[in-house]
């Protein structure tokens, strides 16, 4: 059964930083696009950060550019998305999914996902 779990989330003052993990079980990461989506309240869920499976390449939307990583470690089979310079508008549920196909750059079409992780809350709040 195809698992992924994420983890990280939490509460933090505008201006912080998180480390999400996304640790995948029933199948490899290094055959899969990854990406990280987010839902804020009231929104469409909308692409975040995306990696290709060999980790060569990368995608952000314009919104993160800059703050946030996408990093993937196949031997533990775990994607991270490290986020800087939170803003209160980066308030989100977000999900890691998985892409069994290859697109560069990888791309943040829901579409392709074929399996997501639960859901974990960030709130960046004062």
């Known amino acids: 059964q195809l698992q992924l779990v994420e983890s990280g989330g939490g509460v933090v003052q505008p201006g912080g930083s998180l480390r999400l993990s996304c640790t995948a079980s029933?199948?490899?990461?290094?055959?899969?696009?990854m990406a990280w989506f987010r839902q804020a309240p009231g929104k469409e869920r909308e692409g975040v950060a995306a990696?290709?499976?060999?980790?060569?390449?990368?995608n952000y939307a314009d919104s993160v550019q800059g703050r946030f990583t996408i990093s993937k470690d196949n031997t533990k089979n775990t994607v991270y998305l490290q986020m800087n310079n939170l803003e209160p508008e980066d308030t989100a549920v977000y999900y890691c999914?998985?892409?069994?196909?290859?697109?560069?750059?990888?791309?943040?079409?829901?579409?392709?996902?074929?399996?997501w992780g639960q859901g974990i809350q960030v709130t960046v709040s004062s």
């Open positions: 029933g199948f490899s990461l290094r055959f899969y696009t």
């Open positions: 990696v290709n499976s060999n980790a060569e390449r990368t």
């Open positions: 999914a998985a892409d069994p196909t290859m697109h560069i750059p990888p791309l943040f079409l829901s579409d392709l996902y074929d399996s």
